[in-house]
């Protein structure tokens, strides 16, 4: 009964297909093709006629269905993988599914307290990416991908550079989130330890004054050795030559997966080359990198299916990502899998986390509080 509502719910929407055209299916078809994927999601399997009329509610004889997936087939929504079998959704058929979807989307009350549950506990400087990415694989069944904030744009609490030997500097980094990085960098010339320590001393005014990130920093030194001449003058240039430095050090988030023999377990990973081209798709952190970064700029849960992941040589994948922090100061979060996906429990809880990931980063433990 529940199923049959929110395929009719499903059924009344208008929905934009893959080009961007809208197109306005028949009602009849929009829930058989809603219906056949939803049963697909449930078993892996080719969905037959006999089978939509006597679990969803699909008041059509079996002959009438048949005929409307051919009309399916024939837009590209549904395949049939031999003769005589069932059909499959194509990526074409799921993207409509997921683009209705996503407007209905509310997370499971089950799922938002395990959330929590894991999560609450956890401070700014624990191992969050981690848990994040581990209770999203252990909720979905995928793989839970979870990049850190890049700590050019970390709004800083401390800002330090330590004399190691010759030319090179240790660089000490402390977020407001209490994430700490160290780099080595190499600074041409002569340093002399008072001007060392009267550059730190500098560096903490600027970040006492003001929330500033690595990047900021570099620019509001840049910005008042305009104003000032003489010695004042020297010694801003001096620290924004060892900032230069630190920002020119840039290194490429850190990509936490999760969960890789969970997803590696469920039944489409019984074909070893399969696991392998998964494999080979996680290995790739630079790709894999770009694509979770491209989220932090198309704002809310963005769902890519098939190709659209642009995941190498992966077919039967889908990502579904976004962003979590503040606007400059953000990393990305979300799971990786194959297109036989339950989007409908996937996008929230996605969303949720990325919520709840963001007021630990930011320190409002009172907000997670009024979520339970």
Same mark, same amino acid.
């Given at each position: !009964?529940? @199923?049959?509502?929110?395929?009719?719910?499903?059924? /009344?929407?208008?929905?934009?297909?893959?080009?961007?055209?809208?197109?306005?299916?028949?009602?009849?078809?929009?829930?058989?093709?809603?219906? @056949?994927? #939803?049963?697909?999601?449930? #078993?892996?399997?080719?969905?037959?006629?006999?089978?939509?009329?006597?679990?969803?509610?699909?008041?059509?004889?079996?002959?009438?269905?048949?005929?409307?997936?051919?009309?399916?087939?024939?837009?590209?929504?549904?395949?049939?993988?031999?003769?005589?079998? =069932?059909?499959?959704?194509?990526?074409?058929?799921?993207?409509?599914?997921?683009?209705?979807?996503?407007?209905?989307?509310?997370?499971?009350?089950?799922?938002? *307290?395990?959330?929590?549950?894991?999560?609450?506990?956890?401070?700014?400087?624990?191992?969050?990416?981690?848990?994040?990415?581990?209770? $999203?694989?252990?909720? #979905?069944?995928? *793989?839970?991908?979870?990049? &850190?904030?890049? *700590?050019?744009?970390?709004? $800083?609490? /401390?800002?330090?550079? !330590?004399?190691?030997?010759? +030319?090179?500097?240790?660089?000490?980094?402390?977020?407001?989130?209490?994430?700490?990085?160290?780099?080595?960098? #190499?600074? *041409?010339?002569?340093?002399?330890?008072?001007?060392?320590?009267?550059?730190?001393?500098?560096?903490?005014?600027?970040?006492?004054?003001?929330?500033?990130?690595?990047?900021?920093?570099? +620019?509001?030194?840049?910005?008042? !050795?305009? &104003?000032?001449?003489?010695?004042?003058?020297?010694?801003?240039?001096?620290?924004?030559?060892?900032?230069?430095?630190?920002?020119?050090?840039?290194?490429?988030?850190?990509?936490?997966?999760?969960?890789?023999?969970?997803?590696?377990?469920?039944?489409?990973?019984?074909?070893?080359?399969?696991?392998?081209?998964?494999?080979?798709?996680?290995?790739?952190?630079?790709?894999?990198?770009?694509?979770?970064? +491209?989220?932090?700029?198309?704002?809310?849960?963005?769902?890519?299916? =098939? /190709?659209?992941?642009?995941?190498?040589?992966?077919? +039967?994948?889908?990502?579904?990502?976004?962003?979590?922090?503040?606007?400059?100061?953000?990393?990305? $979060?979300?799971?990786?899998?194959?297109?036989?996906?339950?989007?409908?429990?996937?996008?929230?809880?996605?969303?949720?986390?990325?919520?709840? !990931?963001?007021?630990?980063?930011?320190?409002?433990?009172?907000? $997670?509080?009024?979520?339970?």
């Amino acid at each position: !009964m529940g @199923a049959s509502v929110a395929l009719d719910t499903l059924a /009344q929407r208008y929905l934009t297909d893959i080009s961007g055209q809208l197109t306005e299916l028949p009602y009849r078809a929009r829930r058989i093709l809603y219906a @056949a994927i #939803t049963e697909y999601i449930a #078993t892996g399997e080719p969905v037959g006629s006999r089978t939509l009329a006597k679990r969803y509610g699909i008041n059509l004889s079996p002959a009438t269905i048949r005929n409307v997936l051919a009309d399916l087939e024939e837009a590209g929504l549904v395949r049939q993988p031999h003769t005589s079998a =069932g059909r499959v959704p194509t990526d074409k058929g799921f993207r409509l599914f997921v683009d209705a979807l996503v407007q209905m989307r509310e997370v499971a009350a089950e799922d938002r *307290a395990a959330v929590l549950q894991r999560l609450r506990g956890l401070v700014p400087g624990s191992d969050v990416l981690k848990e994040a990415g581990e209770v $999203l694989s252990a909720l #979905t069944g995928a *793989a839970g991908v979870v990049t &850190a904030p890049r *700590a050019e744009h970390e709004q $800083l609490s /401390q800002l330090r550079f !330590m004399r190691l030997r010759g +030319d090179q500097l240790l660089v000490v980094l402390v977020t407001r989130s209490g994430a700490v990085e160290n780099r080595v960098v #190499t600074i *041409a010339g002569e340093l002399d330890d008072r001007v060392l320590e009267r550059v730190n001393n500098l560096l903490d005014e600027l970040l006492t004054s003001q929330t500033r990130s690595l990047a900021s920093v570099r +620019d509001a030194l840049a910005a008042e !050795m305009d &104003a000032e001449r003489g010695t004042i003058e020297q010694l801003r240039a001096e620290a924004r030559r060892m900032v230069d430095a630190a920002v020119g050090d840039d290194r490429p988030a850190k990509v936490v997966i999760e969960g890789q023999g969970r997803l590696f377990d469920r039944p489409e990973f019984l074909d070893g080359e399969k696991i392998r081209s998964y494999l080979r798709a996680f290995d790739d952190k630079e790709r894999l990198l770009g694509l979770l970064e +491209d989220t932090l700029l198309s704002g809310g849960v963005r769902v890519l299916i =098939g /190709q659209e992941a642009g995941l190498g040589a992966v077919d +039967d994948v889908s990502l579904v990502a976004t962003s979590y922090g503040r606007s400059g100061s953000a990393g990305t $979060l979300g799971v990786i899998g194959p297109t036989r996906m339950d989007y409908a429990k996937v996008v929230p809880l996605v969303g949720f986390t990325a919520k709840v !990931m963001g007021d630990i980063l930011a320190g409002k433990t009172e907000a $997670l509080e009024e979520d339970e």
